[in-house]
């Protein structure tokens, strides 16, 4: 058994001073005493609006640039827009998720933002996670750190996020989808190298009484180069997906409160699929393998997810919790076994924030977290062909190994903010992060 500890730091950022001049006006010229008086305009029909003036209608165009302005919080963790944000940034709001179909986290990443890409389809341990043209194959998204309404949810054992289905955050309940790239290091810590991608949840204003959600996706037959074999019933794959989603206002001893959460399955299976005969690559010191493939993949159960998301607030306390179960198989084992080669994980986090208006310049929060993210992978022995065969493998002794690791997080961050000027141009912002973090793994031959 092995087990470590890491103690995290601390952080403190300065944002600094922007200008908003405005111009300078003079009054204009009033007319000779000679000079006859202008016509008079002519009156407006009844019921007919006044036109508007050019001072009103240049006012006008002003008021709708700002309220089509995106506001992003995540560059510096305070409200800006994207014009004053010091990176590139993109944002993705719900109405657009719903308007191109989107079905993961990933997709809206891969397909909806800039300079972000996403390769390895739905299984979330192979999901490669890059950006302006840098990815590391198979690094499950651990170059960027992703931050649900406040809280970390990159887990602790190796940094790694899961962005499909596993993520275990249903789209309808997501609001906005902040991308920010760069290294985000100084203001988030490890796991921000890429980017920090900021999600954050519906109020229950938008979202009120229960939505029921039920939706269904079927892929055809293919062979080894991706070409559509046929679209027979009996080897279809399938995308089923539940979902309900809950948003609710009341009153708490004269407190506004309100709750919104949302539970979703979904799954995604293979269609018949045929692959080529694959070659094992040699291990010292273990029995060389026959190869394996050259046959179709039949029911193969790429992705499977139960979980959901919800959070409380109560006046200026919000508390939140995420669950999800997920499972998949390891697409680079040596034979598909029903009782062998996949992962199954469990992650469960709760945060409890409470901010508080000292002044009208200083204001601040405390939040307090913890969690815990576990990882069981039933794979087959190096060498089991010496003691099983693949038709026995489920059923002989020391055919199998079991890799359970463990990753436990317990923090509290406490931020405060002073507005020297009181508008928002010159404010300090000053943090602290503490963090305790314990990762183990164990094995076992069944």
Known sequence: ????????????????????????????????????????????????????????????????????????????????????TPATTSTVRADELRRYGIRTVAEALQFLTVGVFAIGGQGF??????????????????????????????????????????????????????????????????????????????????????????????????????????????????????????????????????????????????????INAQNQSPRAGTVTQPPWGADYARGLVLEETLGGYGRVRLGRLSLGLHTNFHRTPLLNAPQFLPDYNRVEGVLTRFDAQYNVDITSRLSGFARLYLGRDTADSISLAPGYATTCSAQQGAVASQCGVNTRSVGLWQGVEVQGTYDFLGDGRLPLMVGVDGRLRQVGMDSERT
């Not at 046929?230 to 409160?257: N, Y």
């Open 125 to 274: 341990e192979l999901q490669t996670l890059g950006a302006r043209g840098v990815g590391i194959s198979n690094d499950s998204a651990n170059h960027f750190l992703f931050v649900v309404d406040g809280s970390v949810v990159n887990e602790p054992r190796i940094g790694i996020v899961r962005p499909g289905w596993a993520l275990g955050l249903p789209l309808e309940l997501i609001d906005t989808i902040e991308v920010v790239l760069g290294a985000g290091s100084v203001l988030y810590g490890g796991s921000a190298m890429l980017g920090v991608v900021n999600i954050k949840t519906k109020a229950a204003r938008f979202v009120k009484g229960v939505t029921l959600v039920s939706e269904w996706g079927m892929s055809p037959t293919q062979n080894a180069l991706g070409e559509v074999q046929k679209w027979d019933t009996k080897g279809l794959g399938t995308s089923p997906r539940l979902a309900a989603l809950v948003g609710h206002e009341f009153q708490v001893f004269g407190r506004d409160a309100e709750l919104t959460a949302e539970f979703e399955w979904a799954r995604n299976t293979l269609p018949d699929t045929f």
């Open 1 to 84: 058994m092995r087990k470590s500890t890491l103690l995290g730091g601390a952080f403190v950022a300065l944002l600094g001073l922007t200008s908003n001049p405005v111009a300078a006006q003079s009054a204009p010229p009033s007319p000779p005493a000679s000079a006859a008086p202008a016509p008079a305009a002519p009156a407006p029909a009844d019921g007919a609006a006044a036109p508007a003036s050019p001072d009103e209608a240049a006012l006008i165009s002003d008021l709708n640039a700002s309220l089509s302005e995106q506001i992003v919080t995540g560059a510096s963790r305070a409200a800006e827009t994207s014009a004053e």
